[in-house]
């Protein structure tokens, strides 16, 4: 069973920036198989997707957030990776990694808070 590990969200204020990463819990290849990408979940709204990154590098990004994240992965080190410029209060989420659709069991995401 894969599981996910998200790490470096934080406080920051609008304007900022993040980055946030994503790796497995145990050595493996998994993420060079699958389109991998990045979800929020703001309070009281469903998870959506915001950014993904297919194995042969292709981009797509939700409107409210294109020209601001950045996907990236590393398929060496089997991380996934988003750099989140220009932060918005609306940003404000726990994050999570997962394939694009969603194959393994979520982990506990990363919070990011944008304080105005």
């Known amino acids: 069973q894969v599981q996910l590990v998200e790490s470096g969200g934080g406080l920051v204020q609008a304007g900022g920036t993040l980055r946030l990463s994503c790796t497995t819990a145990?050595?493996?290849?998994?993420?060079?198989?699958?389109?991998m990408g990045w979800y929020m979940q703001a309070p009281g709204k469903q998870r959506e997707l915001v950014a993904s990154?297919?194995?042969?590098?292709?981009?797509d990004y939700a409107d409210s957030v294109k020209g601001r994240f950045t996907i990236s992965r590393d398929n060496a080190k089997n991380t996934v990776d988003l750099q989140m410029d220009s932060l918005k209060p609306d940003d404000t989420a726990v994050y999570y990694c997962?394939?694009?659709?969603?194959?393994?069991?979520w982990g506990q995401g990363t919070q990011v808070t944008v304080s105005s």
């Open positions: 145990t050595p493996n290849n998994v993420f060079n198989m699958y389109t």
């Open positions: 997962n394939t694009k659709p969603p194959r393994f069991t």
């Open positions: 990154r297919t194995t042969y590098g292709l981009t």
